[in-house]
C-alpha cells in the first residue's frame, strides 16, 4: 500500500539554494494533494474489485502497481525534502513507517486467525499460520515466491495473500533510505548535480529490475510476481518523479495517464505479468502524479468528495477487503450469490474507514502511542499475539475447529505442495514404487502397508509424459517434472523394482517440453500425445517390470456444487447440506479412464485400475463409507479412501 496517507510533513524553505528548483530537492514543501489520495482510491477500487470476481476485470489486480508508484514517490519526497532541511534521520523514518503500518494491520491478523481458526481444515490451517507468521514479519512474499502462485486457488494461503505487497514495500523501506542519503552525502561536493546523480541511478536501478522481471517471468513466473528484486522499479518510477517534478503541470498528459492505468487494468492478466503491459498502469500512474492538479480536469476529478474519502481509508479497505472475501469463499464452497459478495465488500469499506477513524489517525497524530517506546511496545506486544498462534498452528499446537471434523471422518494426507520422494537406501531391490503427482502419492501409505519395501518418486502438479508438460513455462518444477520419467527408468534398473505403480491426475492441459504450444486437453490430438508418452515410459522401463496405472479419481466437477470444496470442509461448516453422493457423468474420470484402459491393453506387462469401481456404481459415486469422507478436496482422498481403493487393488494385484 502506498503511504503515507494524507498531508505528509512538509519542509520549510530550501536552506541549500542550489538542491532546490528543477530536481525536485527541498524545492517546496510537500502539501497535500487531493488528486494523489484520488489516485489511491483508483487503485484500491479495481484490487478489491478483482478478489471479489468482478467480471471482466481481469487485470484489477493491477491496482497494486499503482500503489507501489504513489508510495515510491511520497516517501522520496519526503526524505528529499527532510533530508534537505536537515531533519531527517533513521529512527524518525522508521517510526513513522511504524505508526503508519503497524497498528492498523495486527487487528486484521488477528480476525484473520479467529476466521481461519474457525473454518479451514488442518492442512489449510496450517499454511495460513505458516502466511500469518510471514506477514507479521514482512516476508510473505518470499513464502509466496515459494509456495504459491498469486493466481493460484490456494486457500490456506488465500486470507493473507494481499499482504506480500506490504513485505515488498519494507524491504524496500529498509534499504532505500540508506541509498538515498548516501548519495547525497557522497555528492556533498557537488551540490548542483546531486538531483541529477539520484535520478541516474533511480533510472538504473529500475531498468535492472525491470529486466529482470522478464528474465524471471519463464524459469520462476511466482519469484518474478512476489520478488522486491522484480518490483522495485515500480516505487523506483515513484521515486524519480520525486525527484524530477515537471516544470508544469498539462491536464491533457495527466488525462492520459489515467487512460493508460485503465487500459491497463482492461489489458493485463496473469500471463502478461511481469511484463511489457505493466508499463501502462506504473507510467500512467507517473504522468498521473506529475500532471494532475487542482488546476486541471485529471485533477478535478480525482479529487471528487467520494474518492479522496476512499482513496484516504484504502490501506484499512486493501488490508480487510482479502480475508473477508477468502473467507466467504472458502465457506460457501462454490461461487456465493452477488449480494452476498457485495455485502462483504461493504463490511470491507466500513471497517477500512473504521480502522482510518479509530486506529490510523489517532497513532500518526500522537494521541496513541505517544511516546515511541509504547510504540515499540505496543507493537512488540502485537507482534507476540499474532506470531506465537501463528507459530503454534504451523507446528499443529493450535488445531482448527474442524481438526475433530477431519480426524473422525478421515484422516488426510500431508499438502500436496512439495515433491515426494521416499527412496530407501541401499542395493537391495524393491517390491513397488509409486510414480506420479500427489494423486499418486495419496495411496503410497496405504500400500506400503500392503506390500512392504516400496518407494514413492512423485512431484506435485507434474504430467510426467515424455515430450509433454502440464507447465506452460521452463521453471525448475518444469525442468525437473520433465526429467522425471528418465529418472524412474535408471531407479527402477538399479534397484530392480518388480512394479511401477503410475497415477496422476491424466486430464489436464498438456504442452509440449519445451514449447509453449498447447497441444490439446480432451482433443484426439491431445489424447495421441498422452497414448505416445505413456508407451514410451512402458519401452524405457524392463520387460520383467510390471507397470499398473491407476485412473483418475472421479471428481464432482458441478459448478456451484458445495461439494466442490471437500466432503470434510463441508461437514465443518453449519448450514450446509453435505451430499453423500454426486451423479457418476459428472465425475471427471468418465472420459479419460476408458482411454487409459484401451491403452494399457496394447502394452505388454502392463495393466489398469480404475478407482470408479470402487467409489461409484453405476449411477452414483460416494464420497463417505462407514461414515468416514472419501475425499477431503474436491478431488484427492482422506488417507481412509486411499486405503478403501487400495484394498480393491491388492484384491486385483496380490503379487507383482
Not at 514495500?169 to 538531483?195: D, H, N, S, T, W
Not at 484499512?316 to 457485495?342: K, M
Not at 486506529?359 to 500522537?366: A, D, K
Not at 497415477?503 to 509453449?516: C, H, N, P
Request: aromatic residues 10%.
Amino acid at each position: 500500500m502506498a503511504v503515507p496517507s494524507g498531508a505528509s510533513a512538509g519542509c520549510a524553505p530550501c536552506k541549500v539554494p542550489p538542491l532546490c528548483g528543477r530536481w525536485g530537492i527541498g524545492g517546496r514543501q510537500l502539501q497535500y494533494r487531493g488528486e494523489i489520495e484520488g489516485l489511491r482510491a483508483l487503485a484500491v477500487i479495481p484490487v478489491v474489485l478483482f478478489h471479489a470476481w468482478m467480471p471482466g476485470l481481469g487485470g484489477g489486480f493491477a491496482g497494486v502497481d499503482v500503489f507501489f508508484v504513489i508510495s515510491g514517490y511520497l516517501i522520496t519526497r519526503t526524505i528529499l525534502d527532510e533530508q534537505a532541511q536537515e531533519r531527517f534521520t533513521l529512527r524518525r523514518f522508521y517510526e513513522r513507517r511504524a505508526r503508519r503500518i503497524l497498528p492498523a494491520l495486527f487487528p486484521v491478523l488477528l480476525v484473520s486467525l479467529l476466521l481461519a481458526w474457525a473454518t479451514m481444515t488442518p492442512p489449510d490451517f496450517r499454511k495460513f499460520s505458516q502466511s500469518m507468521v510471514a506477514s507479521a514479519i514482512f516476508a510473505a512474499n518470499m513464502l509466496f515466491a515459494q509456495k504459491t502462485s498469486y493466481f493460484d486457488d490456494d486457500e490456506g494461503f488465500a486470507p493473507l495473500l494481499h499482504l506480500w505487497t506490504l513485505s515488498v514495500e519494507e524491504q524496500f523501506y529498509i534499504v532505500f533510505p540508506l541509498l538515498v542519503v548516501g548519495l547525497l552525502l557522497m555528492g556533498r561536493r557537488f551540490p548542483a548535480k546531486r538531483g541529477r546523480v539520484l535520478s541516474a541511478v533511480f533510472v538504473m536501478l529500475a531498468l535492472a529490475s525491470f529486466a529482470s522481471g522478464l528474465l524471471l517471468r519463464t524459469s520462476d513466473p511466482s519469484l518474478a510476481f512476489f520478488a522486491l528484486l522484480t518490483r522495485a522499479w515500480e516505487l523506483l518510477v515513484g521515486s524519480i518523479c520525486a525527484v524530477v517534478p515537471a516544470t508544469r503541470t498539462r491536464g491533457w498528459v495527466a488525462l492520459a495517464g489515467l487512460a493508460m492505468i485503465m487500459t491497463g487494468y482492461a489489458l493485463v492478466d496473469p500471463s502478461t505479468t511481469p511484463g511489457w503491459l505493466m508499463l501502462l498502469p506504473v507510467i500512467g500512474a507517473a504522468l498521473v502524479l506529475q500532471h494532475a492538479s487542482a488546476e486541471n480536469l485529471a485533477g478535478k476529478v480525482l479529487s471528487l468528495a467520494p474518492l479522496t474519502a476512499i482513496g484516504a481509508a484504502s490501506y484499512g479497505i486493501y488490508l480487510w477487503h482479502n480475508p473477508l472475501l477468502a473467507t466467504l469463499d472458502y465457506v460457501w464452497l462454490g461461487y456465493p450469490p452477488i449480494w452476498v459478495t457485495g455485502g462483504t465488500v461493504a463490511l470491507a469499506v466500513f471497517l477500512g474507514f473504521m480502522s482510518l477513524r479509530f486506529i490510523e489517525r489517532p497513532v500518526r497524530s500522537g494521541q496513541l502511542f505517544r511516546n515511541p517506546m509504547m510504540l515499540v511496545t505496543g507493537c512488540c506486544v502485537m507482534l507476540a499475539l499474532v506470531v506465537l498462534p501463528g507459530l503454534a498452528g504451523h507446528l499443529r499446537w493450535l488445531k482448527p475447529r474442524s481438526a475433530p471434523v477431519s480426524e473422525a471422518l478421515g484422516n488426510i494426507p500431508p499438502p500436496g505442495d512439495r515433491v515426494w520422494e521416499v527412496i530407501p537406501t541401499g542395493k537391495s531391490p524393491l517390491n513397488f514404487v509409486v510414480f506420479g503427482d500427489s494423486f499418486a502419492r495419496q495411496y503410497f501409505p496405504a500400500l506400503n502397508g500392503r506390500y512392504g519395501n516400496g518407494a514413492v518418486f512423485t512431484a506435485p502438479g507434474c504430467l510426467a509424459l515424455p515430450g509433454l508438460s502440464n507447465f506452460n513455462d521452463r521453471s525448475e518444477a518444469a525442468l525437473d517434472c520433465a526429467s522425471r520419467p528418465g529418472r524412474l527408468a535408471q531407479l527402477v534398473r538399479e534397484r530392480q523394482i518388480g512394479a511401477v505403480i503410475w497415477a496422476q491426475r491424466w486430464k489436464v492441459e498438456m504442452y509440449e517440453t519445451g514449447s509453449l504450444q498447447s497441444v490439446g486437453q480432451s482433443t484426439s490430438q491431445g489424447w495421441q500425445a498422452m497414448r505416445r508418452g505413456i508407451a514410451q515410459v512402458r519401452a524405457s522401463l524392463p520387460p520383467e517390470t510390471r507397470l499398473i496405472i491407476i485412473g483418475s479419481t472421479p471428481t464432482a466437477m458441478a459448478a456451484g456444487d458445495p461439494m466442490e470444496g471437500g466432503y470434510v470442509r463441508c461437514l465443518a461448516f453449519i448450514n450446509v447440506t453435505c451430499a453423500s453422493t454426486f451423479p457418476r457423468a459428472l465425475a471427471e474420470s468418465q472420459g479419460i479412464n476408458p482411454l487409459l484402459a484401451k491403452t494399457t491393453q496394447e502394452l505388454p506387462n502392463t495393466r489398469f485400475f480404475d478407482p470408479a469401481q470402487v467409489l461409484c456404481d453405476d449411477r452414483t459415486c460416494t464420497l463417505r463409507q462407514q461414515g468416514k469422507a472419501i475425499y477431503h478436496d474436491w478431488t484427492h482422498l482422506t488417507d481412509f479412501g486411499a486405503q478403501t481403493v487400495v484394498q480393491r487393488f491388492v484384491q486385483e494385484n496380490p503379487t507383482f
